[in-house]
T-cell receptor
Framework: GQNIDQPTEMTATEGAIVQINCTYQ??????LFWYQQHAGEAPTFLSY????GLEEKGRFSSFLSRSKGYSYLLLKELQMKDSASYLC?????????????FGTGTLLAVQP | DVKVTQSSRYLVKRTGEKVFLECVQD?????MFWYRQDPGLGLRLIYF???????EKGDIPEGYSVSREKKERFSLILESASTNQTSMYLC?????????????????FGAGSRLTVL
């Protein structure tokens, strides 16, 4: 079966660093995605990892270890606007079928 | 700058009614998807389409059907709405057919349609 796990909720302080973990067990692997979703809005793409290692994009970084089935999203210099749900998603299939399997999301609350 | 447009943000329907949710994308994407999002369950794939008139079932297709007569438009149909179909419905699209480093799997989502079935 397909399974993606991430914490349900996290709280962090403005200006701090927070790490959101994601573990996955899927029938195949063709990349891992992180999306951000503010309340009442559409999810928006943050990052994509297909090879092991760290991908950095401004204040956000994403790490992948394929052998461990593990990823994390690192948010630095937290701002109040970072309060949102963060969705981890895996693409288990290659070729013409590129549908994603999503985790349940981590709701991050940034406090002053 | 809006790229994926869902026709209705909020709908209230009665049990047994036929419901149409429309989605249009202006990015010339081949792939389109319908997900539903429920608290504690995350996003679950209902149906997807990788070409005009082509459709494939996702993980939870029961009670739903879809139509893709034009490349830019993907419709979700609830033939006879039930209360357990009360949910947020998200349409998404992506370019290309293959994944890998091309990033072709990146989904662009619409703002969502919140459906309440009474």
């Amino acid at each position: 079966g397909q399974n993606i796990d991430q914490p349900t909720e996290m709280t962090a302080t403005e200006g701090a660093i927070v790490q959101i973990n994601c573990t996955y067990q899927t029938s195949g692997f063709n990349g891992l995605f992180w999306y951000q979703q503010h309340a009442g809005e559409a999810p928006t793409f943050l990052s994509y990892n297909v090879l092991d290692g760290l991908e950095e994009k401004g204040r956000f970084s994403s790490f992948l270890s394929r052998s461990k089935g593990y990823s994390y999203l690192l948010l630095k210099e937290l701002q109040m606007k970072d309060s949102a749900s963060y969705l981890c998603a895996v693409s288990p299939y290659g070729g013409a079928t590129n549908k994603l399997i999503f985790g349940t999301g981590t709701l991050l609350a940034v406090q002053p | 700058d809006v790229k994926v447009t869902q026709s209705s943000r909020y709908l209230v329907k009665r049990t047994g009614e036929k419901v149409f949710l429309e989605c249009v994308q202006d990015m010339d994407h081949e792939n389109m998807f319908w997900y539903r999002q429920d608290p504690g369950l995350g996003l679950r794939l209902i149906y997807f389409s990788y070409d005009v008139k082509m459709k494939e079932k996702g993980d939870i297709p029961e009670g739903y059907s879809v139509s893709r007569e034009k490349k830019e438009r993907f419709s979700l149909i609830l033939e006879s709405a039930s209360t357990n179909q009360t949910s947020m419905y998200l349409c998404a699209s992506s370019s290309g057919r293959t994944g890998g480093l091309s990033g072709a799997n990146v989904l662009t989502f619409g703002a969502g349609s919140r459906l309440t079935v009474l």
